[in-house]
């Protein structure tokens, strides 16, 4: 893969670079900034070199036409912040004013075009369908740089079609971002850990039959892990379950048994009546939840479990948080948890948290990024990684290297 030192001299240059800016907000609050930080680095250091730099990103899921909630406008504003110097918003992607402005800029002056998802051709499924608004966004430019690693698993217009009708180079984050995923794929050092929570296993399931062939270690979490309880046999009252899923998941119970892969599931978890944080909740046994509770959470002792299996490890990637720690009383596991990463990052180990939720998530917990090995900004794209897919965003970087 080529990177922007490649590209020759950048004075003067229009660069568009593709970023990953899709934070969550509140309204027009941005919630947490961190893809904005992750993202402004290397757009700093394409200002700094001299390239008038357009920034393109999307934002949520529009359907092709723009809403007002969606609108990149505040991210400008932030962005600017973090880059410490004012950044130029269009408010329209390709059109008008997106025209002129890419005009207007000057050397060193940066400009983010509004959401790229309020064009149809951006998440369009046939390349001739996405043709065209690639061909509109790369006009504005003279060179590409790929930076967005959240999207890198997305076949869409900004991400693939757009590189194929420019000189382009990788971004440094997504440089940084694969070289991390490679040592985890590539040979890591043991024992290897992944610790999955979220929701729904169905998303998950792809990498879990993969992990069975690298991991030493799969730790499972949050709503998904009735599943797996269930796969076992055991009763789960209310709890998140998708029953569609148990007969593949006890296939991965027996594959993992034959290949030696250890399988740790919670031993106790915190029971409430309700999914709310005022509902009465109780700490039950993993096999004893009653009738009519759900598990909203692991357990103290679960918690304490978890932390011993990662201690001695090497490596551990982690991906969905435990609970639902958006609410108090369901915190405490995911928290244990990140503090048991923060702990083995301090014994040497490397440590990946994988994904915008998980990350929002230990933030919002009140740990620091430089507390772990990576934080990943992409959640998706590192778990299609680890899966062994091809990300279209990565392999039309690589084609360069054919
Ligand atoms: C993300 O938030 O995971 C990335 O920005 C990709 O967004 P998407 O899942 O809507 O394509
Ligand atoms: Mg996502």
């Not at 092709?64 to 504003?77: H, Q, R, W």
């Not at 046939?126 to 959240?150: C, H, I, K, N, W």
């Not at 992990?211 to 730790?219: I, Q």
């Not at 430089?370 to 998706?380: L, R, Y």
Request: with cysteine.
């Amino acid at each position: 893969m080529k990177t922007t030192g490649d590209l020759g001299d950048l004075r003067g240059k229009r660069v568009l670079v593709r970023s990953d800016l899709n934070v969550p907000l509140d309204g027009t609050t941005i919630t947490d900034d961190g893809r904005i930080r992750a993202s402004a680095p290397t757009i700093k250091s394409l200002a700094d070199a001299g390239a008038r730099v357009i920034v393109c990103a999307h934002l949520g899921r529009p359907k092709g036409a723009p809403e007002a909630k969606y609108s990149l406008a505040p991210v400008a504003d932030r962005l600017g912040e973090v880059l410490g110097t004012p950044v130029v918003f269009a408010d329209d992607t390709v059109g008008e004013d997106a025209q002129a402005k890419a005009a207007a800029l000057e050397d060193g002056q940066v400009l983010l075009l509004e959401n790229l998802r309020f064009n149809a051709g951006e998440t369009a499924k046939t390349d001739e369908d996405r043709a065209e608004f690639a061909g509109q966004l790369a006009s504005l430019a003279d060179v590409f740089v790929s930076d967005g690693f959240g999207v890198v698993h997305r076949k869409q217009a900004s991400v693939y079609d757009v590189a194929r009708l420019l000189p382009h180079a990788t971004g440094d984050l997504v440089s940084t971002e694969v070289d991390v995923l490679r040592r985890l794929t590539k040979d890591p050092e043991r024992p290897y850990a992944v610790v999955l929570g979220g929701a729904k296993v169905s998303d998950k399931l792809g990498v879990i039959g993969n992990l069975l062939g690298t991991a030493d270690r799969l730790l499972i979490g949050g709503g998904m892990v009735f599943t797996f309880l269930a796969a076992q046999g055991h009763e789960v009252g209310k709890s998140l379950l998708e029953a569609d899923q148990i007969d593949t998941v006890k296939g991965y119970l027996e594959r993992a048994e034959k290949e030696g892969v250890e399988i740790v599931l919670p031993v106790d978890v915190v029971a409430a009546d309700a999914f709310s944080a005022d509902a009465a909740h109780d700490i039950v046994a993993a096999d004893a939840i009653p009738a009519d509770r759900m598990g909203l959470d692991i357990g103290p002792e679960s918690s304490r479990l978890f932390a011993e299996k990662l201690s001695d490890c090497r490596t551990v990637f982690w991906n969905g948080p435990m609970g639902a720690f958006e609410m108090e009383p369901y915190a405490a596991g995911t928290k244990a948890l990140a503090q048991a990463l923060v702990d083995v990052t301090s014994a040497g180990a490397l440590t990946v948290v994988g994904g915008g939720d998980s990350a929002a998530a230990v933030r919002q917990l009140g740990f620091e990024d430089s507390d772990f090995g990576h934080i990943s900004t992409g959640g998706g794209a590192s778990l299609e990684y680890l899966e062994g897919k091809e990300l279209p965003g990565l392999t039309v970087l690589e084609e360069d290297d054919a």
